[in-house]
């Protein structure tokens, strides 16, 4: 059982920066994909970002491209979420998800593993 721990959240003004972590309990971790999704208040939860394994293919959802980056460091079993430029409509509660045996994917039903989630809010 992969148990994924988040940290970095936290209150940014609109334009600022934090960087979203996540780690991995597994070392089976390096060889799958790692996703980012949110959840907005009311919101359904929705795809940001993945990366597969070898970290060669990344995805992102158009409303974070150019802002938002998605990193992983398999031999800290960690994968990253640099979040520069944030808006308002950027907050919400992020999760990390482990896909063991993807390459990476907006679909959330693809990730067996889900953290329990990190809060970000952006004030204007």
């Known amino acids: 059982q992969v148990q994924l721990v988040e940290s970095g959240g936290g209150l940014v003004q609109a334009g600022g920066s934090l960087r979203l972590s996540c780690a991995a309990s597994?070392?089976?971790?390096?060889?799958?994909?790692m996703g980012w999704f949110r959840q907005a208040p009311g919101k359904e939860r929705e795809f940001v970002a993945a990366?597969?394994?070898?970290?060669?293919?990344?995805y992102y959802a158009g409303s974070v491209k150019g802002r938002f980056t998605i990193s992983r460091d398999n031999a800290k079993n960690t994968v990253y979420l640099q979040m520069n430029s944030l808006k308002p409509e950027d907050t919400a509660v992020y999760y990390c998800?482990?896909?063991?045996?993807?390459?990476?994917?907006?679909?959330?039903?693809?990730?067996?593993?889900w953290g329990q989630g990190t809060q970000v809010t952006v004030s204007s």
């Open positions: 998800a482990a896909d063991p045996t993807g390459y990476g994917s907006s679909n959330s039903r693809e990730y067996d593993y």
């Open positions: 990366i597969s394994w070898s970290g060669t293919s990344i």
């Open positions: 597994d070392r089976t971790f390096s060889s799958g994909a």
